[in-house]
């Protein structure tokens, strides 16, 4: 989540006559330095490391310094002083950012020893995805002392004891659907955030990492505005944050921070409204409208108002046309039996990676990357202790901040 992604995210809101990103207007604000031990474009492994141990580590290693040494991360000293413990994330689990947090293995995809890790934290609450290679996962959360549920439906009333929500709302990837297909994902982030506070709550305090992992996911794939939606849902569970805050000013710091920029975004002139009329994800499109045309043998005539509607492209030109076109007949020569697809236009099918296109090109958001970039990262301070999070500084420093936080207010 670089600084254009917010802003592409903030003005598609303004566009539209919405409330402006809810964080922006925090107190404090610092720009963080993201690159990992040898001065390299992070990973989220290195970056969520370091971010949570304060010290810089290799790409691809979590809890662990760069001689594969364990070092013990912010959410373990923290659980040690009695605080509860919350790790939040719309991808999988057993995901970097949220194994940043809890695990020490020195490979990011080593998924069964990274969800063993979570299940012997001891933390109190989870909220994500599915895990990789962990089967039996409900009999393994009892033996560890979790309840393990699938959906907010099945939590308990009662707020005691350590829970998993891993929801049964699925994608590929194993994470959570994304958010711009709606349906039963719209604000999970924010209702598991609301339910992480209803059960942290405590005289000794929490600290929870709550993370908008398809920001990211969806920067890689050039998809504007599905990173765009991502980052509304953030927003949201920020509010549910804040209005904790509002509620607990002088015991209370919220940080909104990013681990690193994807995509090398910049931004031109440019309709930003354009970014909030797309109402499918590029995954979703290749999985159910494409797949049913293709099998339905959908004449490009049909199938056209069918993608105007689901990306909003109202009013296409000739040129638009006739661009979606092309597209569209490559979409269904790549699925004529003997024809491998397409994998030079991308990951997605030619037509949804058109219809991306076009939206991003009609919205001003231009992608230089489809990886990580060394562009520094904004972070947002509200609350106690947020003096110490002004200015210009390695991703490192917000460990270090978040302790001298700890130890100059403490909780009486
Ligand atoms: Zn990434």
């Known amino acids: 989540m670089g600084n254009a992604q917010i802003q592409a995210a903030n003005e598609a809101l303004l566009a539209t ?104 934290s001891g933390f109190d609450y989870f909220a994500g995805g599915r895990f990789h290679n962990t089967p039996n996962v409900d009999a393994y959360a009892e033996e560890n002392g979790y309840t393990l549920i699938h959906s907010f439906e099945e939590a308990p009333t009662s707020t005691d004891g350590r829970l998993i929500l891993s929801s049964s709302l699925n994608f590929g990837d194993y994470g959570v659907v994304p958010a711009i297909d709606g349906g ?12 992480a506070i209803s059960r942290l709550t405590n005289p000794a305090g929490f600290f929870m990492m709550i993370e908008g992992g398809r920001i990211d996911y969806f920067c890689h794939y050039n998809d504007a505005a599905s990173f765009v939606s991502e980052l509304i849902d953030f927003d949201k569970a920020v509010q549910s944050a804040l209005a904790f805050y509002l509620a607990h000013p002088q015991e209370t710091l919220v940080l909104v921070t990013a681990d ?5 975004v910049t931004l031109t002139d440019g309709d930003r409204g354009a970014l909030l009329r797309q109402t499918i994800s590029s ?29 909003g492209l109202n009013d296409l030109t000739a040129d638009e046309t006739a661009a979606l076109k092309e597209a569209y007949y490559r979409t269904i020569q790549n699925s004529m039996p003997g024809n491998t697809s397409d994998e030079e236009s991308g990951v997605y099918d030619p037509i949804t990676t058109a219809c991306i296109n076009l939206v991003a090109a009609r919205a001003g958001v231009v992608f230089g990357s489809g990886g990580h970039t060394a562009k520094e990262v904004s972070l947002f301070a509200l609350g106690i202790g947020s003096e110490f999070f002004s200015g210009d500084y390695e991703n490192t420093h917000i460990h270090d901040a978040i302790l001298q936080a700890v130890a100059a207010y403490p909780i009486s």
């Open 283 to 311: 995954d979703q499109c290749d999985d159910t409208l494409v797949k049913d045309c293709i099998a339905a043998k959908t004449p490009f005539d049909q199938a056209l108002p069918l993608f105007v509607s689901a990306f």
């Open 184 to 195: 039963a994902r719209t604000d999970w982030l924010q209702k598991a955030t609301d339910l």
């Open 260 to 264: 690193h920029e994807t995509g090398d």
């Open 17 to 120: 006559q919405q409330s402006p990103l809810c964080f922006l207007n925090f107190p404090e604000q610092g720009s963080v330095k993201t690159q990992n031990v040898s001065g390299k474009v992070t990973d989220s492994a290195a970056a969520a490391t370091a971010i949570s141990t304060g010290q810089k580590t290799v790409n691809g290693y979590l809890g662990l310094d760069q001689n594969k040494a364990r070092i013990e991360t912010l959410a373990e000293a923290l659980r040690n002083l009695g605080r509860k413990i919350g790790i939040l994330t719309t991808v999988s689990l057993d995901h970097a950012t949220p194994g940043g947090f809890f695990a020490h293995v020195d490979s990011r995809r080593s998924y069964s020893m990274i969800a063993d890790d979570l299940f012997a």
